[in-house]
């Protein structure tokens, strides 16, 4: 009989007889097999630990190197136009239909010559905000009262381009 075979009668006789689970686990744990693997683990922990102690340096360099990847990810993520946006900014505006897509739909308040109503002055607009920014004002409806807007991507190049004439 194999050490380990008669390791486990004993335990497992024993655990019949005194019905100490304890006991019985006490024998499992000294099973010549968890012994020899005993050894194993110190020496992997050890390794580890050379590693962690050693390759620090290297560490850190992996980590910021994946901080810096994961950051130019996420910056390349907010910097890419939504399908929308980069429509219009594909297109090339007609100042003249927008023009009169202003004078129907924005005229009211923002002036006939978009000096500013209601809404503030749109002149010179394009000098202070962005063409996305623009964009997401008229179809955002992030600013009550101004209306969400729903232009197609033409009629929304034609509408920023006249704005640019501002
Ligand atoms: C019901 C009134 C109303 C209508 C109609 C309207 N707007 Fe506005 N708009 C506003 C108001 C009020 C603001 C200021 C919003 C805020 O920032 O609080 C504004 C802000 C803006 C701004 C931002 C200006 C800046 O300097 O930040 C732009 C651009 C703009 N509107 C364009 C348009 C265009 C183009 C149309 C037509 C498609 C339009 N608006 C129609 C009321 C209106």
Redesign the pocket.
Known sequence: MSPSLSDTTQSRSGQSSTGSWVEFEQKQLQSPSQQRLQPFLKSLQQLLTSIWAQKTRWGLALLSLGLGIFTWAWLGAGARLDPYTAAVLSLEGQVSHGAS??AL??A???GEEADGR???S?RG?SS??SDRF?IQ??TGGK?P???Q?QPDPQEMAD?LSY?KTL
């Open positions: 897509l202003f739909n924005c009211a308040c923002h209601v809404g503030p749109l607009v202070r905000r623009i004002q008229v600013t009262p101004m209306p807007f509408l704005l």
